[in-house]
């Protein structure tokens, strides 16, 4: 069974910039969901993406936007980046189903300067 | 809108001894209870669900929903239970959309 992969590792970027992030979900799984964890905070949600539509978002500005392919994988893109998105973005999937807990990737580590 | 409180973000607790680390959390409706661990270069992953009403790696956690808590305990710490432990409440049963707390630290002293 293959786990939640999240690409890159690390990134470093200028303020004003457009990242986008990558991950893939664990087999079997048809529903990704995006994370933003700053420092010494706990993870905040972003949105959740299910058969490839947007299936839910949090308190995050437009500049914060997403796609889920057919093969379930999925990117977090970021326009015009602020000192504030310094933070690690975790990926996490699961089933669409009741129960269905959430698997998470190690992150991506976003560092704007 | 929903909110989770951990009070603590360090606990040291020595083995054998009882741990207790507290989670408190608003909101108006039935919400759904979780607490997260991450290990030491692990990822992030599930301990448990109130639903679930399990006893994992011999922690147990009760929806109190007088008190809005949901407090995670074991009787006897051991040297492994090291990690960072997050709660966290989904008010879409099935569907976990989660607002995690801050998280506690929580070191065990051999």
């Known amino acids: 069974e293959t786990g939640v992969t999240q690409s890159p590792t690390h990134l470093i970027k200028t303020r004003g910039q457009q990242v986008t992030l990558r991950c893939s979900s664990q087999s079997g799984h048809n529903t990704v969901s995006w994370y933003q964890q700053a420092l010494g905070q706990g993870p905040q949600f972003i949105f959740q993406y299910y058969r490839e539509e947007e299936n839910g978002r949090g308190n995050f500005p437009p500049r914060f936007s997403g796609l889920q392919f057919p093969n379930y994988s999925s990117e977090l893109n970021v326009n015009a980046l602020e000192l504030d998105d310094s933070a690690l973005y975790l990926c996490a999937s699961s089933a669409m189903e009741y129960n269905s807990p959430l698997h998470f990737g190690n992150g991506t580590r976003l560092t704007v300067t | 809108a929903q909110r989770v409180t951990q009070p603590e973000k360090l606990l040291s607790v020595f083995k054998g001894a009882p741990v207790e680390l507290k989670c408190n959390y608003s909101?108006?409706?039935?919400?759904?209870l979780f607490w997260y661990v991450q290990y030491s270069r692990q990822r992030l992953q599930l301990l448990l669900r109130h639903i679930s009403r399990e006893s994992i790696k011999g922690f147990t956690a009760d929806l109190n929903k007088g008190e809005t808590s949901f407090h995670l305990k074991k009787p006897f710490a051991q040297e492994e239970d090291s990690a960072m432990y997050y709660c966290?409440?989904?008010?879409?049963?099935?569907?976990?959309?989660?607002?995690f707390g801050t998280g506690t630290r929580l070191t065990i002293i051999p």
């Open positions: 909101y108006s409706g039935s919400p759904e």
């Open positions: 966290a409440l989904s008010t879409n049963f099935g569907n976990e959309k989660l607002t």
